[in-house]
């Protein structure tokens, strides 16, 4: 199957947010997925994107003018401040009908030629830790999993959080 | 309570921002791996596009044994959940040892968090190394939970040589 590989656009939102969907349904989260077309508009295709998209498109099955999502990542840059600019892979999906044709390599090598072009010094992403598939597919490339060699550990504040520190404590 | 002032870092803070940064990594053994330089921090973070942003702590410049100003600092950057949207990444966070235990790491913390609440991101996220008992603590005590232990995440990394094998197949 040919497929083609190409920056998204502000008129790719809803195939984005259909694929972010699927990959939550997935895991068994598709009801966490708050984000609208609205937002996704606006943080990505604004005047500061805050995230960055690749689409992986084929031809219809009818052989027509048709062109199908069906593909994505998310990424955006981050930096270590050892070394600098590093791109994180923040999410990373190809349709269950389309898999095992080279379209996630191809993907994870446009990202790289992409990393390389803006000067990264590394791609960083976490994996769910019973995801073998995923492991096994990011380590056969030379992923080194920080979490085992390094012990790090990913946290979070959530909003509540957020808000309790923000406001000063009662006196 | 400290004398101490936050503000967000100036181009001029480049030079203490690049002390800090070694200083947090000597604590941790790793300073020879910083190979970040001056320019890099005022080109990344001061251009036309900036990678990072950071807040620094300031004292009177007589009150700090060594005569610097910038005693503390905090790397922060935005990023994006694809469920929920903007989110504030806290990279590094560091306040000088004589400077610990007056309020200046929750002050940043609490500056940080008014920042995550006004851009309208819906938390804050960072990383912290499982055996540093003491951080783990100071943020648990503020709410923080540990989702490598509650999701089972685990961070990884493609470095640049294997990056560069990707390329080129």
């Known amino acids: 199957m040919d497929y083609k590989l190409r920056k998204a656009e502000p008129k790719d939102v809803p195939d984005i947010l259909r694929l972010v969907k699927e990959l939550a349904k997935y895991e068994e989260m598709e009801s966490q997925v708050t984000l609208t077309e609205k937002d996704l508009l606006e943080d990505g295709f604004g005047e500061t994107p805050f995230y960055h998209c690749i689409i992986a498109e084929t031809q219809g099955e009818n052989g027509g003018e048709d062109l199908n999502v069906v593909g994505f990542a998310m990424y955006y840059f981050t930096y270590d401040p050892w070394v600098g600019k590093q791109l994180y892979l923040e999410e990373f999906y190809v349709m269950d009908k389309c898999r095992g044709l080279g379209i996630g390599s191809g993907i994870l090598r446009h990202l790289s030629d992409l990393a390389m072009k803006t000067r990264c010094t590394g791609m960083m992403f976490v994996v769910a830790e019973n995801n073998e598939p995923s492991v096994q597919f990011y380590k056969r490339r030379g992923a080194e999993d920080l979490s085992q060699e390094e012990g790090w550990r990913l946290f979070r504040f959530d909003k509540d959080s957020l808000v309790k520190m923000a406001t000063p404590a009662e006196e | 309570m400290a004398n101490f002032v936050l503000r967000p870092a100036q181009p001029k803070d480049v030079s203490d921002i690049l002390r800090l940064i070694k200083e947090l990594a000597k604590f941790e053994e790793m300073e020879e791996k910083v190979v970040l330089t001056e320019k890099d921090l005022l080109e990344d973070g001061f251009g036309e596009h900036p990678f990072y942003h950071c807040l620094v702590a300031e004292v009177p410049r ?71 008992k003491q951080s783990i603590e100071f943020y648990k005590r503020r709410g923080a939970a540990d989702l490598s232990s509650q999701e089972g995440w685990r961070l990884f990394e493609i470095q640049k040589e294997d990056l560069l094998k990707m390329t080129a197949k």
């Open chain 2, 62 to 132: 007589d009150h700090c044994s060594q005569g610097f100003s910038v005693i503390g600092f905090a790397m922060y950057y935005f990023t994006y959940d694809p469920w929920i949207g903007k989110l504030l990444y806290l990279e590094d966070f560091y306040v000088m040892q004589e400077f610990r235990g007056l309020g200046i790491g929750s002050q940043i913390l609490k500056v940080l968090s008014e920042i995550a609440v006004k851009t309208r991101c819906s938390s804050m996220h960072f990383i912290v190394a499982e055996n540093n």
